[in-house]
């Protein structure tokens, strides 16, 4: 949350090692989300209704400027209830201290025909017709739940007869986020803002998948429900916010800067042992904003500007031709902490490979496992080859392959780990999304941040994002590279690639 011109970040932690288990609500504060510090946690376990835990929530801003917290609380017979919180002295800038009324809470339990075992993570609350309006997820057998509340004080709740939206076959319903986003342009809005200029979102966390699911549709405030349009899919066959290692996301608006901003948990790829031995485990992506395209079927994601404050040496490539087999280096940055931002362009669109009509449009994971980095394709596999050892023992490849279908042109955007590293024991999966773009100008753009053991990609301005977890043995710190490649039978063109080193580590761990 954003208050008094201080930036909030809340997150589950254990203070006692790098294994879930004892989970607090730790505290970090920052007057840009780049520069952070680190703050004694805000909520542990101390009452009745949390002893047994004290789990995500979100937090709200009530009329007067007072910030209050809603959070899971897991009570001595492993139920999940619901309970506030609120700072013990507005005037510490800081916030550190938080009090859970003793004789209020919880504010919210599952009451009968609602599963106790799973049911939580309220989401921010928004004002409409009098009453204030929250979300908790949850399941009902196979069923994916978003439970909607109402309250005049914020202290009394009373359950909807029915749920906000719920759907078929899809589990346990983590982390929900519902927010409303402009028809146009790239201005957040408030949690509250409804109206014929907006559309809403909502995101849920799989616990099936472990990965962050979101539509686009409309809220039915008359009757409570919201409503994805027909280009939405709940489920498996959605859209992710991120199609690598992104879960547990979370939103805010930010009004300093009017933006709504999103952050993810990038959890490890590597052993428990390995984190163990480390004494860490888990990071945050970059906080992005998010807006809606101008499609209106989909969000786009950029990472905040405040980050380019991190740039140091830059170089540049431009007009670089690609041919078969190509790997060229992008020298003079250090390749281990790096943003990458680089526009392809394609000279002919004649060769494009045909789009097998056995591959599924839903599973893109799948294409790029089957034809990786270096299986030939007819444009593409083209694109970066991130934390790469001299002699390509490891590396990282991000690359787009295009396809052509009957109707139009197919583009996978992919971050391959299987080549990341040459250790075992980890997971290395070859990520993978499509990318909804019009080739028209016959260029594609994919930005990337490099950050030692993490590389998180945008392609197209935005459209796909995919984050993988990497752990490479020899591309590390100064023997790490970076290239640009090109492994399809057409010539790609480098129109333009600027490369700067980052001045810090990026990201808060």
């Known amino acids: 949350m954003y208050y008094n011109g201080i930036y909030h970040f809340f997150y589950q932690y254990n203070p006692k090692g790098a294994v879930w288990g004892n989970i607090v609500w730790a505290h970090s504060v920052s007057k840009d989300m780049i520069n952070w510090k680190a703050l004694e946690p805000a909520i542990y376990p101390s009452h009745r209704f949390d002893r047994k835990g004290a789990w995500s929530g979100s937090a709200t801003i009530l009329p007067g400027n007072k910030p209050i917290i809603l959070y899971t609380g897991v009570d001595p017979s492993d139920r999940q209830v619901q309970n506030y919180a609120v700072p013990a002295n507005l005037s510490d800038p800081y916030l550190r201290k938080w009090i859970k009324p003793a004789g209020l809470n919880p504010v919210v339990d599952p009451e009968a025909g609602v599963n106790a075992s799973a049911f939580r993570d309220p989401t921010t609350a928004w004002w409409l017709s009098g009453h204030w309006r929250m979300v908790v997820g949850s399941k009902r057998n196979h069923r994916g739940m978003a439970y909607l509340y109402r309250s005049r004080d914020f202290i009394h709740w009373i359950k909807a007869k029915h749920p906000l939206h719920s759907a078929p076959h899809t589990g346990m319903w983590e982390c929900p986020d519902f927010y409303p986003v402009l028809l146009s342009g790239r201005q957040g809005l408030d949690t509250s803002v409804v109206g014929k200029q907006v559309k809403h979102v909502l995101k849920v966390s799989l616990d099936v998948t472990r990965y962050d699911y979101y539509t686009v549709g409309t809220y039915l ?9 027909n280009t939405s899919v709940d489920g498996w066959a959605g ?8 879960y547990a996301s979370k939103t805010f608006f930010d009004p300093a800067k009017k933006r709504r901003i999103l ?4 959890n490890e790829s590597d052993t428990t042992s390995d984190d163990v031995r480390k004494g860490w485990a888990g990071i945050q992506a970059i906080p992005r904003i998010v807006w809606l395209d101008p499609s209106q079927r989909q969000l786009m ?9 991190l740039r140091g040496t830059n170089v540049k490539m431009n007009h670089q031709m690609l041919k078969t087999g190509d790997h060229i280096e992008v020298k003079g940055i250090s390749a281990a902490q790096a943003d990458v931002d680089v526009t392809f362009y394609i000279p002919s669109l004649d060769k494009v490979e045909a789009f097998n009509l056995g591959w599924s449009l839903t599973d893109a994971q799948l294409l790029c496992a089957k034809k990786g980095s270096k299986v030939q394709g007819g444009i593409g596999p083209f694109g970066l080859l991130a934390l790469a050892s001299e002699n ?7 690359f787009f392959r295009i396809f052509k279908s009957s109707q ?3 583009v996978l955007l992919c971050s391959d780990a299987r080549s990341s590293s040459l250790k075992d024991g980890l997971y290395k999966p070859s990520f993978a999304g499509f990318v909804d773009v019009d080739l028209t100008d016959k260029k594609l753009s994919l930005r990337s941040l490099i950050d030692h053991s993490v590389v998180e990609s945008f392609g197209a301005g935005g459209k796909t994002c995919i984050t993988s977890r990497v752990y490479p043995t020899l591309a590390v ?9 090109n492994n399809g039978t057409e010539t790609i063109i480098v129109e333009n690639l600027n490369a700067w080193s980052m001045k810090k580590p990026l990201r808060m761990n």
Do not use: S
């Open 221 to 229: 405030t008359n009757e409570d429900r919201y409503v994805p349009d």
């Open 239 to 246: 859209i992710r916010y991120d199609y690598g290692n992104f």
């Open 263 to 266: 952050w993810g948990w990038v």
């Open 301 to 309: 994601q950029w990472p905040i500007q405040e980050l380019e404050t």
């Open 392 to 398: 390509l023992e490891e590396y990282t490849p991000v």
């Open 408 to 410: 139009k042109h197919i």
């Open 477 to 485: 710190l100064e023997n790490a590279h970076l290239y640009a490649f």
